[in-house]
């Protein structure tokens, strides 16, 4: 009977543990519904008092305030950020990708999350070829993150909720919580745990219902139903397909080199971005649509709008001015500017079949553009597909654009292997942890290892040693030369032999033998195991490092045990299996 009311008392506590979370889940989804639509209001503001303004402005102030606009903003702002906030410096969908895979809270931190929230609008507003969608989510797994840390939650849950946030901020964008939820799959943690994704969807719906109550439902690319007929048109919708691969590999690539050029001849990131808001406003006096997000005109060629000349012109403007604005560092994310310059590359495909087969639907080629070039750029084929259906509610474009992403991404990976935010990652420094099932992979032995160790000097006498190690229980201890170096190991059996046989002044280093298994203080345990298992040996001595051979501790399999169970902390108290 004890036993059963114990388990009932567990089953209840656990019971009320995933209510807590499922209700903890929908706040913070709600809450980053509501982040991301103050933003978007923000970026509006910003963008009518700054480049609206400059663009309002008559001759002959127009092109020099055009100009002068980007460049004292993306100034002043790149100063700031590196004297105020320097974590919130680089690429934004690489920092919550390295947040999740590496737990670094400090990516994530208030102060950086503050930054991105209020610097970000202002580049956008100054006319910054970039777009909201990657700082939303900095911003919403900021907030996910800071919630589960104020509610206490364990290591694993805080980091759960990472993912939580990005499924919720995409959703919120766009009005799209499927795309948020695999996106959130693709881009951050990569895996369908069962639990996890459970969360993710409920953070994501969460969100959605915000941005409707909000917004009232209206996606925020809202696009029409769109035609095809003629088999033909498959071979337009091909090109699409390679043309956006072949511009998205390259764009990478080009990215990746032109930062380097840019530090090399400009260490200061200040006057980088006075650079780069100089040769954008410039691009900006040619094809003006390009400043800013440019949803406006992503929203005219999904409805068929446009010429080809002019959606052209976009393209390569915006194509250029989006590789000069990352590698030069200005603020901003890489979503909106794929679907832009997609779309545009779309539609001029689109306009330019149609004057050979009349009845041609541009606005349908604008939609498969979009979502090529973003397959491409990010390397998330099956979001980049939800995404258009999601937007248009149409299955009929499924076929054509499954054809369109799969090239893409096929070409695009044959140029950059790695896609924009893999490589942004690289390029910042950044390492991502590899994800492991076992806990002892980011433990080293110095963190395992007994380190006051018992040890016997090689030139002592078995009687001198018996002395030194009485009262101890262990079964070896390492032996050390005068200089603390490693010189071997020596079993208590073997003293005691020594002792029964009447030779106490025998001295240790003809009693001791050569360690099996010598193991290093920074090395991982999980590679000491390894070897422990190849070389049949169960403990190991432990030295500073392979030139010194001073020995710092020992290892034995409880030391490996208990590190175990110290890696494998109770967070299942809070399980995140909340449909269980």
């Known amino acids: 009977m004890p036993v059963t009311t114990r388990g009932r008392r567990a089953l209840r506590l656990r019971t009320a543990a995933r209510r807590f979370l499922l209700l903890t889940i929908v706040v913070i989804g709600a809450l980053c519904g509501v982040l991301a639509v103050l933003f978007h209001k923000f970026v509006e503001i910003a963008r009518e008092q700054l480049i609206d303004r400059a663009l309002a402005v008559p001759e002959p102030w127009r092109p020099i305030l055009l100009v002068l606009t980007p460049a004292l903003v993306f100034a002043s702002l790149a100063w700031c950020i590196n004297r105020f906030a320097p974590r919130a410096v680089g690429a934004n969908l690489a920092r919550v990708r390295l947040a999740y895979s590496n737990n670094d809270p400090a990516l994530l931190g208030a102060r950086s999350i503050a930054t991105t929230f209020l610097a970000t609008p202002l580049s956008l507003g100054a006319g910054a070829p970039l ?28 980091r759960g909720m990472i993912p939580v946030g990005v499924a919720a901020g995409i959703a919120a964008i766009f009005n799209t919580p499927i795309t948020g939820v695999v996106f959130a799959l693709e881009e951050v943690f990569g895996s369908a745990d069962r639990g996890l994704l459970g969360g993710v969807i409920v953070g994501a719906v969460s969100a959605a219902v915000v941005e409707r109550s909000l917004l009232g439902g209206r996606p925020l690319l809202a696009a029409p139903l769109a035609t095809w007929g003629d088999a033909r048109e498959l071979l337009g919708f091909a090109l699409i397909g390679i043309l956006a691969g072949i511009v998205s590999g390259y764009a990478i690539t080009v990215t990746h080199h032109l930062k380097r050029w840019w530090i090399a001849l400009m260490p200061s990131a200040s006057l980088r971005a006075a650079s780069a808001g100089l040769l954008i406003g410039g691009i900006g006096l040619v094809s003006p649509s390009i400043l800013g997000v440019g949803y406006g005109s992503v929203s005219q060629w999904l409805h ?59 606005g349908a080629y604008a939609l498969l553009g979009m979502g090529s070039f973003f397959a491409g750029l990010l390397r998330s084929p099956i979001a980049a597909i939800l995404i258009v259906v999601e937007l248009t509610r149409d299955y009929d474009l499924m076929i054509p654009l499954m054809l369109a992403v799969s090239l893409s991404v096929a070409i695009s990976r044959r140029i950059s292997p790695n896609s924009m935010v893999e490589q942004q990652m690289i390029d910042e420094g950044y390492v991502e942890a590899k994800e492991s099932a076992d806990p002892l992979t980011s433990v080293k032995v110095s963190e395992v290892m007994t380190a006051t160790v018992l040890s016997v000097a090689a030139d002592s006498t078995v009687v001198e040693a018996a002395t030194a190690l009485a009262g101890s229980t262990h079964r070896y201890y390492p032996v050390t030369d005068s200089n603390r170096r490693l010189a071997g190991i020596v079993s208590r059996e073997s003293l005691e032999r020594a002792t029964r046989d009447n030779v106490m002044g025998k001295l240790v280093r003809e009693c001791m033998e050569k360690p099996k298994l010598v193991a290093v203080r920074n090395e991982p345990v999980i590679e000491l195991v390894r070897r422990m298992r190849l070389s049949g040996a169960h403990r190991a001595p432990v030295i500073d490092n392979e030139q010194s051979g001073e020995v710092v501790g020992f290892v034995s399999p409880t030391d490996v045990l208990k590190a175990r169970l110290r890696q494998t902390p109770a967070e299942d108290e809070m399980p995140f299996e909340i449909f269980e």
């Open 131 to 158: 777009g909201p969608e990657g700082p939303i989510v900095v911003i919403s797994s900021g907030a996910a993150e800071a919630v589960a840390r104020l509610l206490h939650f364990p290591r694993r849950l805080v």
């Open 304 to 362: 068929g709008g446009g010429t080809a000349e002019q959606t052209i012109v976009a393209f390569g403007a915006k194509t250029i001015a989006f590789v000069i604005a990352l590698s030069a560092g200005v603020i901003g994310g890489t979503f909106a500017p794929s679907l832009f310059m997609g779309a545009a590359l779309g539609a001029a495909i689109g306009h330019v079949a149609g004057r050979t087969f009349p009845g041609v639907d541009p």
